[in-house]
């Protein structure tokens, strides 16, 4: 049985790769990336501001409603108008 060079070598330079992708995935799970140190460090950040979840956990086209008496800010689904998040600021 001859193993031709060209095949074993793909194989091992595949199996490389695979491990390197795997502990590169690994390894960004527990260090932050740029984006998630500084929430004002880049333009997306500014506009984004804090992130809070919603009362089910559950992803949403808001309107959001600033009662600015109260110091308030709610998030109202856009569908049935129930409130899904709020923010005291």
């Known amino acids: 049985m001859k193993i031709d060079k060209k095949f074993a070598l793909?194989?091992?330079?595949?199996?490389?790769?695979?491990?390197?992708?795997?502990?590169g995935i690994v390894t960004s799970l527990e260090r932050p990336t740029l984006?998630?140190?500084?929430?004002?460090?880049?333009?997306?950040g500014r506009?984004?501001?804090?992130?809070h979840p919603?009362?089910?956990n559950a992803n949403y086209f808001v309107w959001k409603v600033?009662?600015?008496k109260n110091n308030f800010t709610y998030f109202i689904d856009n569908l049935n108008g129930e409130i899904v998040s709020e923010i005291s600021q």
């Open 47 to 51: 506009y984004l501001g804090d992130s």
């Open 66 to 68: 600033t009662d600015e």
């Open 54 to 56: 919603t009362t089910n």
């Open 35 to 44: 984006s998630r140190t500084n929430l004002n460090s880049n333009h997306v």
């Open 10 to 23: 793909t194989v091992t330079i595949s199996i490389l790769v695979t491990i390197l992708v795997y502990i």
